[in-house]
Nanobody
Framework: QVQLVESGGGLVQAGGSLRLPCAAS????????MGWFRQAPGKEREFVAT????????FYADSVKGRFTISRDNAKNTVYLQMNSLKPGDTAVYYC??????????????????WGQGTQVTVSS
């Protein structure tokens, strides 16, 4: 089992950047594929990005492709989401998640058994 803690959220102007770290507990972090999801008020939780064990492969939602970058540091048990060129539509609570499933394009929340508590990102216009 893994425990996840996100941080780095906050208020940023449109066009700005934020970097969200997600720290994982345990010694088997590199056995998990990791994902980032987000949930805006009144909307369902939606997929943002995933990354493989080694960090060599990643996959993005069309809405963030070219603006967001997912990465991981297995030595630090941390996965990151670098968000650039932020838009008001990116406003949401951002969650990191972990799974033993090795399907890189696993975009459904139900495929991830482990979740962090979320961090709020607000983008002002």
């Amino acid at each position: 089992q893994v425990q996840l803690v996100e941080s780095g959220g906050g208020l940023v102007q449109a066009g700005g950047s934020l970097r969200l770290p997600c720290a994982a507990s345990g010694r088997t972090f590199n056995s998990y594929y990791m994902g980032w999801f987000r949930q805006a008020p009144g909307k369902e939780r939606e997929f943002v990005a995933t990354i493989s064990w080694s960090g060599g492969d990643s996959f993005y939602a069309d809405s963030v492709k070219g603006r967001f970058t997912i990465s991981r540091d297995n030595a630090k048990n941390t996965v990151y989401l670098q968000m650039n060129s932020l838009k008001p539509g990116d406003t949401a609570v951002y969650y990191c998640a972990a799974t033993h499933n090795t399907l890189l394009r696993l975009t459904t929340p139900s495929g991830y058994p482990y979740w962090g508590q979320g961090t709020q990102v607000t983008v002002s216009s």
